[in-house]
């Protein structure tokens, strides 16, 4: 790991409901590494969400500033963060939002199409290990195979980062781990900084570092000396 991917200063973001303001983020600071692998972890409403949108470019903080590399996303217009969202950032969803009526080659393709430099969806779609799946449809695929599905498509693209809310969040354990599996092998393959929500605290073992969120801070740091293979994982 060496240069820096993100780095916030000051971030934070202010939802306001009446008379009430709720800080969803609270001046947080962080810097996130080229092809490190990342954890947040803290219960509901602690930020870990709100973080995630706003280094994907999903959201914008109320105050302080977020940098891609040397790009200020804070003072990007909503059409050039557009192009941030679709040249460098990956999404991972808990839900896995294919399109029911494409294979799974077909929903990969759908990226590839707009892409600067694509992967071959069936490159994608292997590196996950569903190179025998790529012609079914989602009816067809697994809860965890259509998750994976999600990450091909996700990297196919070849983004800077791969962000990614409760990726596990509707699989049971065996599943869940094929599919940190397959998030581990992105990394480690194609060098993908990867940024992880989740509420499974078995999961930080296998990151870099571990970001503990606490009413919209970052309450705590842990840093992995060894990062343990998805196999080792129990929850």
């Not at 959201?59 to 891609?68: A, H, I, N, V």
């Not at 065996?174 to 397959?182: D, N, S, Y």
């Amino acid at each position: 790991m060496s240069d820096t991917v993100f780095t916030a200063k000051g971030l934070t973001k202010t939802y306001v409901s009446g008379e009430v303001k709720v800080h969803a983020l609270n001046e947080v600071d962080l810097e996130i590494a080229e092809k490190e692998v990342v954890v947040l972890l803290g219960p509901s409403g602690s930020g870990k969400t709100t973080l995630l949108n706003i280094m994907g470019g999903l959201d914008r903080p109320t105050s302080g500033r977020l940098f891609f590399r040397d790009l200020d996303l804070t003072d990007l217009e909503d059409r050039e963060l557009t192009k941030y969202r679709r040249d460098h950032v990956g999404f991972v969803f808990q839900f896995y939002n294919l399109v029911p009526s494409l294979t799974a080659y077909e929903n990969v393709a759908l990226v590839t199409e707009v892409a600067k430099n694509p992967m071959r969806p069936a490159d994608a779609l292997a590196l996950v290990g569903l190179d025998e799946r790529m012609h079914h449809f989602p009816a067809q695929l697994s809860g965890g195979e259509q998750q994976r599905v999600a990450i091909a498509r996700a990297i196919a693209k070849r983004p800077a980062v791969l962000l990614c809310d409760e990726p596990t969040g509707a699989l049971d354990s065996k599943t869940g781990i094929r599919v940190i599996e397959a998030l581990l092998g992105v990394n480690r393959q194609l060098g993908t900084t990867t940024v992880i929500i989740t509420h499974n605290a078995s999961i930080q073992e296998v990151a870099d570092r571990v970001l503990f969120f606490a009413d919209g801070r970052i309450a705590g740091v842990r840093k992995n000396e060894t990062r343990r293979e998805a196999a080792e994982l129990v929850w």
